[in-house]
């Protein structure tokens, strides 16, 4: 199964949508919108632009490319205080490939020290 048919029945489950729903605003057959659930077909650009605007996500979280949701508009800009993301981006490059590793870790552990712990 391809990561746009296992986004595509997550935002379908997740989001209380049916095939059926997407069929109609895409004006495809639901054979169609099966095979792309099914990962038997993929579709072509401009209805992978379309599958996103009627999930409001985007294209990369679609393909699998990003594990936000969120289209890039819709991402908080103010990291904190008058830090933003394109300060943080613009930092980021200009640092060496280890000290992104560090970073990555470091935003890794992090978020894994946020999150519950399961089956505790």
Same mark, same amino acid.
């Given at each position: 199964?391809?990561?746009?048919?296992?986004?595509?029945?997550?935002?379908?489950?997740?989001?209380?949508?049916?095939?059926?729903?997407?069929?109609?605003?895409?004006?495809?057959?639901?054979?169609?919108?099966?095979?792309?659930?099914?990962?038997?077909?993929?579709?072509?650009?401009?209805? !992978?632009? $379309?599958?996103? /605007?009627?999930?409001?996500?985007? @294209?990369?979280?679609? +393909?699998?490319?990003?594990?936000? %949701?969120? =289209?890039?508009?819709?991402?908080?800009?103010?990291?904190?205080?008058?830090?933003?993301?394109?300060?943080?981006?613009?930092?980021?490059?200009? !640092?060496? $490939?280890?000290? /992104?590793?560090?970073?990555?870790? @470091?935003?890794?552990? +992090?978020?894994?020290?946020?999150? %519950?712990? =399961?089956?505790?």
């Amino acid at each position: 199964m391809s990561m746009l048919s296992e986004r595509l029945r997550l935002l379908l489950e997740t989001r209380g949508k049916s095939q059926k729903e997407l069929t109609l605003y895409l004006h495809l057959s639901n054979g169609t919108i099966s095979n792309y659930v099914n990962g038997v077909h993929q579709p072509c650009v401009d209805t !992978l632009i $379309n599958i996103a /605007r009627f999930f409001d996500v985007s @294209i990369d979280y679609l +393909l699998g490319e990003s594990k936000s %949701p969120l =289209r890039h508009e819709q991402l908080p800009e103010v990291i904190h205080g008058g830090y933003t993301v394109s300060d943080f981006q613009e930092d980021l490059a200009c !640092l060496t $490939n280890n000290d /992104r590793a560090c970073i990555a870790h @470091i935003t890794k552990a +992090l978020k894994g020290y946020r999150e %519950p712990k =399961r089956g505790r």
